[in-house]
């Protein structure tokens, strides 16, 4: 995304999900101008150029003047928010959130060093999910006939039976969520 001169902002994004229902979408708003799709339901990719409204403005504006970095993907959530990794000093995302307008709600899901990676779900779950998943899949929890149980992980991982299953369900919605998987047909 790019706030541009004329105060419109340009954006590449990738996405799934209905091309065509998009299409029209984006060819009946009167704030979009320009845009251009390609592939279909089960991955596309799009440039849109549109009309920056207050609060687009104001994040942009902000990212220029700031010494943080947004990492994209920017991923729309199930709840209607988005969220988006920043990268930088300390110092940085206290003057970033204290600068924030009162009407957008920041949740901070995790911190630490950031090491840039490819965009594999794996990448995108929490340390502790990935420990759980790794001695899951060591002791044979995803075989055919499954070889351990949520015990026996728990007492590897050093966690309570119901925090490992807790998270071996969370680290599963991540991993079908991810999936580019079309509709069924009927």
Known sequence: MELLDDDTVAMFAEGRGDIDRLRRVL???????????SGDDTGFFSYTRYAADDLTRLLMEDRRESSYLMDMP???TDDGGLRVTYIGTEAAFADALSEQPDDIRIEIERTGSYTPGPRHVVSQLTERQREVL??????????EPRKTTHDEIAMATELSETTVGEHLRKIEAAVFSSLHVGAAKR
């Open 74 to 76: 920017i991923e729309h």
């Open 27 to 37: 060819a009946e708003l009167p704030e979009v101008f320009d845009f251009s799709l």
């Open 134 to 143: 790794k001695t899951a899949v060591d002791l044979g929890y995803y075989q």
